[in-house]
Nanobody
């Protein structure tokens, strides 16, 4: 059974850092198509970062140079290191897995294509 359990959210001041973790079970992260998404109330879900095969990555423009997505194969865990946080980064963050077979490259898949989701973790950045 696939399970994704996020942790690491919290409250920080502008310019601070947080590291989100997504403990995975039921599959191997280093072979997976995974991502971090965020969604504020009343807004569309946004893909923040994606990782394919534990190596290839991409990021939404607003977080490039500040956020880093990675996996720890030994711990079977997905991470999102968030530095230089801004108030606009405040929202719920979710990790997700797309285990479907698709002709669309992993790094190009939309959130709707991901079939497993964690429960989310709240990030709040205050000025």
């Amino acid at each position: 059974e696939v399970q994704l359990v996020e942790s690491g959210g919290g409250s920080v001041q502008v310019g601070g850092s947080l590291r989100l973790s997504c403990a995975a079970s039921g599959f191997t992260v280093r072979r997976a198509c995974m991502g971090w998404f965020r969604q504020a109330p009343g807004k569309e879900r946004e893909g923040v970062a994606r990782i394919s095969g534990g190596v290839s990555t991409n990021y939404v423009d607003s977080v490039k140079g500040r956020f880093t997505i990675s996996v720890d194969n030994a711990k079977n865990t997905l991470y999102l290191q968030m530095n230089s946080l801004k108030p606009e980064d405040t929202t719920m963050y979710y990790c997700a897995l797309d285990s479907t077979i698709s002709s669309v490259p992993c790094l190009s898949r939309r959130g709707a294509e991901y079939n497993y989701w964690g429960q989310g973790t709240q990030v709040t950045v205050s000025s």
